[in-house]
């Protein structure tokens, strides 16, 4: 299903529950059964502050070609928190998640969103204006954060969901305060789900801030998307500068400003990603998860799995084992 959707500034929420017909509860927008589960709701706080929050799976692909007509004036950005909800459904084992990940962009670029068919979207999105950002982070003496406080050209950042951000993300789907007091309650969760996303930039360093056409994040979302797909074979600088589109050193330069880490280092903290995951949900051994992503010595991929996670593979794989034991049995 293809949907052409013009944001005029309030968001796409409405308008997307009307394309695909779902029903409005209160604050609340039910997917219908037919095209899946789960729901989409939100606030927001006039044209300083707004956020979405989805927790659903879809039964088809989606993809939205989404228009912005911003109003005079307004210079939104905009945080996106993936993969910060546990599944929606323990039991639907076919359904794939989200990488959880942070990005930041400026609301003005008009782009496309898939939404894959089976695939369980638990996020928070967060539009705030700039003028908004400088008040609340305008005093923060940082060159990453200046950058997004202050670049008038087109930009994305992206960074990682930490165990922070989960925690006060859980409250957005368990809110422990009275219906009365949800609105203010929801404003102080995006503001500290903010503070935690600046706190995580200013580890990164700085590097020169290059504007980026919307062409040029395309390209270096290509690059990402393709070190995701090959997780056994180190990148190809020579193949990733053709399917870039793009001068070796440019590639380098703007993927670097973008995740805050060079191809390599990237490409090494994605197979961590996966190499935990196939410990915890496939419950694969070690030499199994080594061998899987492309290691031949598993003491090469210890020491690897150790400096991105901080324990040794088989330790974590025990730890894990042992508190959902513990867990169940409590």
Request: glycine share 6%; hydrophobic share 40%; net charge neutral.
């Given at each position: 299903?293809?949907?052409?959707?013009t944001d005029k500034?309030s968001?796409?929420?409405?308008?997307?529950?009307?394309?695909?017909?779902?029903?409005?509860?209160?604050?609340?927008?039910?997917?219908?059964?037919?095209?899946?589960?789960?729901?989409?709701?939100?606030?927001?706080?006039?044209?300083?502050?707004?956020?979405?929050?989805?927790?659903?799976?879809?039964?088809?692909?989606?993809?939205?070609?989404?228009?912005?007509?911003?109003?005079?004036g307004?210079?939104?950005?905009?945080?996106?928190?993936?993969?910060?909800?546990?599944?929606?459904?323990?039991?639907?084992?076919?359904?794939?998640t989200?990488?959880?990940?942070?990005?930041?962009?400026?609301?003005?670029?008009?782009?496309?969103?898939?939404?894959?068919?089976?695939?369980i979207?638990?996020?928070?999105?967060?539009?705030?204006?700039?003028?908004?950002?400088?008040?609340?982070?305008?005093?923060?003496?940082?060159?990453?954060?200046?950058?997004?406080?202050?670049?008038?050209?087109?930009?994305?950042?992206?960074?990682?969901?930490?165990?922070?951000?989960?925690?006060?993300?859980?409250?957005?789907?368990?809110?422990?305060?009275?219906?009365?007091?949800?609105?203010?309650?929801?404003?102080?969760?995006?503001?500290?789900?903010?503070?935690?996303?600046?706190?995580?930039?200013?580890?990164?360093?700085?590097?020169?801030?290059?504007?980026?056409?919307?062409?040029d994040?395309?390209?270096?979302?290509?690059v990402?998307?393709?070190?995701?797909?090959?997780?056994?074979?180190?990148p190809?600088?020579?193949?990733?500068?053709?399917?870039?589109?793009?001068?070796?050193?440019?590639?380098?330069?703007?993927?670097?400003?973008?995740?805050?880490?060079?191809?390599?280092?990237?490409?090494?903290?994605?197979?961590?990603?996966?190499?935990?995951?196939?410990?915890?949900?496939?419950?694969?051994?070690?030499?199994?998860?080594?061998?899987?992503?492309?290691?031949?010595?598993?003491?090469?991929?210890?020491?690897?799995?150790?400096?991105?996670?901080?324990?040794?593979?088989?330790?974590?794989?025990?730890?894990?084992?042992?508190?959902?034991?513990?867990?169940?049995?409590?």
């Amino acid at each position: 299903m293809k949907i052409s959707i013009t944001d005029k500034g309030s968001g796409i929420t409405h308008e997307f529950a009307r394309a695909i017909g779902a029903t409005i509860r209160g604050r609340y927008i039910d997917i219908p059964k037919s095209k899946g589960a789960g729901y989409l709701t939100g606030f927001s706080w006039g044209r300083d502050i707004r956020v979405m929050v989805r927790n659903y799976y879809l039964k088809e692909d989606v993809f939205i070609e989404r228009t912005n007509e911003l109003a005079e004036g307004q210079d939104d950005i905009v945080f996106l928190l993936s993969g910060i909800f546990p599944p929606l459904i323990q039991s639907e084992t076919q359904l794939s998640t989200e990488q959880p990940n942070v990005l930041i962009c400026k609301h003005a670029i008009s782009s496309i969103i898939a939404m894959p068919l089976n695939t369980i979207f638990g996020s928070v999105t967060i539009a705030v204006s700039r003028k908004y950002l400088y008040q609340v982070f305008g005093e923060i003496q940082h060159p990453v954060v200046a950058s997004v406080l202050e670049v008038n050209n087109n930009f994305v950042f992206e960074t990682s969901i930490s165990a922070e951000m989960i925690k006060t993300a859980s409250e957005f789907l368990h809110q422990p305060v009275p219906e009365s007091m949800e609105s203010h309650f929801f404003k102080l969760k995006c503001e500290e789900l903010l503070c935690y996303i600046f706190a995580l930039l200013m580890q990164r360093e700085a590097v020169p801030i290059s504007a980026m056409h919307i062409d040029d994040i395309k390209a270096i979302y290509a690059v990402k998307f393709r070190l995701q797909s090959q997780l056994s074979e180190p990148p190809d600088i020579a193949a990733l500068t053709i399917e870039a589109g793009m001068s070796a050193p440019k590639m380098r330069k703007l993927f670097k400003q973008a995740f805050g880490k060079g191809i390599f280092e990237y490409y090494q903290s994605l197979r961590m990603q996966e190499a935990e995951r196939l410990l915890k949900e496939k419950r694969l051994t070690v030499s199994e998860v080594g061998y899987e992503l492309g290691f031949t010595n598993l003491s090469h991929f210890t020491r690897v799995f150790e400096q991105y996670i901080g324990m040794k593979p088989k330790k974590y794989s025990s730890t894990f084992i042992k508190n959902l034991k513990t867990t169940h049995e409590s």
